[in-house]
């Protein structure tokens, strides 16, 4: 049974930097898979935060453009996201998330927060 396990959220200043990344169990993060980040607020929907293709290609939401990076390791089945001058509106539970053959597969989050 595949898992995602997430790691790396918490609590950090506006400003500040977190680092969350997601390892897979099996080899679910093959050349047909698009995995990726999503995040919830409280009371909102869930949205995509950014996803990246087996061929390197990356696709963000407009407000974490420039401030928010991911990056892939197909090799070590890990995905990460490099959040950069976090905002208070970043605060939301982040999914890991693979879609390979349309079949969609998810962590069970972690939350981040940014809070003087």
């Known amino acids: 049974q595949v898992q995602l396990v997430e790691s790396g959220g918490g609590l950090v200043q506006p400003g500040g930097s977190l680092r969350p990344s997601c390892a897979a169990s099996g080899s679910i993060f093959s050349m047909y898979a698009i995995v990726g980040w999503y995040r919830q607020a409280p009371g909102k929907q869930r949205e995509l935060v950014a996803d990246?293709?087996?061929?390197?290609?990356?696709n963000y939401v407009d407000s974490v453009k420039g401030r928010f990076t991911i990056s892939r390791d197909s090799a070590k089945n890990t995905v990460t996201l490099q959040m950069n001058s976090l905002k208070p509106e970043d605060t939301a539970v982040y999914y890991c998330?693979?879609?390979?053959?349309?079949?969609?597969?998810w962590g069970q989050g972690t939350q981040v927060t940014v809070s003087s």
């Open positions: 998330h693979v879609n390979r053959f349309n079949i969609h597969y």
């Open positions: 990246i293709t087996s061929g390197g290609t990356t």
